[in-house]
């Protein structure tokens, strides 16, 4: 019987009483979907709950068959291998002491003997030739990604959930990600912004404030669809607008009519040539025919501002966010940044950087590539000065703001409004409260505590923080800039950055980005 996932009368609540969804019913079979949607709309929540790890307030989950998990962030302990990973760490205890001959022929009898060569050919599948002894601590991200990637492939389940599989990953990384869907005849829910990745699905699943909607088709007809949805609710909200205003107009028209006709009849009463019994009856006529024509008239407009509203809430899920930016008034021929002769590392005799040399002058954007593990992270530490150079010399001469990949600048204890607060202090309430509206926290979600936030709001959060302000660093510093953000938002972060005129330095493995934000140059440290 093929495996499935079945997700019925679904409901979630966050702590605080936000309800997330409600009444979500889905079915996933061998198919490879993909779950989209703007962050905090609730994907990595609904994984958790297919998993077991959250409770639903209301509805049920049914899971046939075994599933393996990719998560977004994963707490390593000091003491866990790649063994580990792979759940082979007792295993490939018993193949050592079978090789000392030390095993009892229980063990023997129990050894699985092609167990190394699996081993080793799954982590290569990845590109990682990693070996099963080596701390899971000492890993790159990306290099840690491969190896989870690797482990869940090993386990052959019938059910892949991935949530962002690319993030951190070099191009050959997820290629290989890519070709392993691409080729997966089993069942896969992947959480994705990896706009190549989604096109090697067999259905797009949406999540947004309105509900869950399936779509059969790649990423690229999803879009499609998107698109004319986009342009029908425009229709709508326009047609809403026109009915609206006629009904104004034509309750302002009888308004006035009825007035001169009560002005004239009046008149006629005033000159006492009509019975009063006539009088009175015209009266009555006149009052039930303005009352009618008043209750439709606000039934009218009731439809009307219904219509409105709800297109509206249409159109405000489907456009994506907007991105404006101050200028740095940064001058063309300034000098940014300068690396002179620098080498630097983290255990003395093994240097990651070696004598390099390298500097940014004016509004130039500058790409660092290189594949996993070869210094980008090490090279945005000396920038930064978290990390002092072996030999050389560093400079930053110029102002300039970084947002790793973790986000410290955000304080997990304060409001998102506070963080802005503290990171722009000239700006006043109302300036704080434009910023955030701008990058999508309006009213209350501008309150959400640091610490609750997803990964993806988490990013948008520090970008407001980092652009919002009345003026932005003359030099920006982005550490995978797009990790956890929504599709729709990468977008508009793109063209938020295209109109940035400072310097930008970007350390990314997403090359539609890193095009559509108009990178000159790349410094390649592979």
């Known amino acids: 019987m093929p495996a499935t996932i079945t997700l019925s009368n679904l409901s979630w609540a966050t702590p605080d009483g936000r309800e997330l969804f409600s009444d979500l019913d889905l079915t996933f079979g061998a198919e490879r979907a993909g779950l989209v949607g703007r962050n905090g709309v609730g994907k990595t929540t609904l994984l958790k709950i297919i998993v077991g790890e959250l409770e639903p307030r209301r509805g049920s989950v049914s899971v046939s068959g075994r599933v393996a998990v990719l998560r977004q962030a994963v707490q390593v302990r000091p003491d866990e291998t790649i063994a580990d990973l792979f759940g082979v760490r007792d295993a490939l205890a018993l193949l050592a002491r079978a090789e000392l001959g030390e095993a009892s022929e229980d063990d023997i009898a129990r050894a699985d003997w092609m167990l190394e060569a699996r081993l080793a050919a799954s982590l290569a599948q990845f590109g990682s030739n990693a070996n099963p002894q080596t701390p899971v601590s000492v890993l790159s991200g990306g290099q840690r990604t491969r190896a989870s990637l690797a482990a869940l492939v090993f386990a ?84 809403a607008e026109r009915r609206m205003a006629d009904v104004t107009e034509t309750a302002q028209v009888q308004a006035e009519r009825k007035a001169r006709k009560d002005s004239v009849g009046k008149r006629k009463a005033a000159r006492g040539d009509m019975p009063r019994i006539f009088i009175g009856g015209l009266k009555r006529k006149a009052e039930e025919t303005s009352g009618a024509m008043s209750r439709l008239a606000e039934r009218q407009r009731e439809e009307a501002q219904a219509d409105i509203a709800t297109a509206r809430e249409r159109i405000e899920v489907l456009q994506p966010l907007t991105v404006t930016l101050a200028s740095t008034e940064l001058a063309a021929q300034k000098d940014v940044l300068k690396l002179e002769d620098v080498t630097a590392g983290y255990t003395e005799g093994h240097p990651v950087i070696r004598d390099l040399s390298f500097s940014i002058a004016g509004p130039e954007r500058v790409a660092v590539v290189g594949p996993n593990g070869s210094g980008k992270t090490t090279l945005l530490s000396l920038i930064t000065g978290a990390l002092a150079p072996w030999s050389g010399v560093v400079r930053v001469l110029t102002p300039y703001a970084m947002l ?86 990468i977008e508009a972060v793109e063209a938020g950055l295209r109109a940035y005129d400072g310097a930008l330095l970007i350390v990314s493995h997403d090359s539609a980005f890193l095009a559509n934000v108009g990178v000159t140059r790349r410094l390649d440290l592979g």
Request: some cysteine; proline content about 5%; aromatic content about 6%.
């Open 156 to 239: 052959e389940p019938d059910f892949l959930i991935l949530d962002e599989p690319t993030n951190n990953l070099d191009r050959e990384g997820r290629r290989a990600v890519i070709e392993l869907l691409a080729n997966w005849r089993a069942g896969a829910i992947v959480v994705s912004h990896d706009r190549e990745l989604l096109d090697t699905m067999d259905a797009i699943v949406e999540m947004t404030t309105l509900g869950v909607q399936r779509f059969g088709g790649n990423w690229s007809a999803y879009r499609e669809r998107k698109a004319l949805e986009l342009a029908a609710a425009q229709h709508d909200l326009a047609d």
């Open 404 to 489: 790793d990949q973790r986000v410290w600048l955000l304080d997990p204890a304060l409001s998102i409004l506070d963080s802005f607060r503290a990171f722009n202090p000239e700006a006043d309430e109302n300036a704080c409260r434009a910023a955030l509206a701008r990058f999508m926290f309006r009213a209350d979600a501008a309150l959400q505590i640091g610490g609750t936030l997803s990964g993806g709001q988490m990013l948008r959060a520090g970008l407001a923080c980092v652009l919002g302000g009345a003026h932005p660093p003359p030099l920006l510093i982005l550490d995978e800039p797009t990790n956890h953000l929504d599709i729709d938002s």
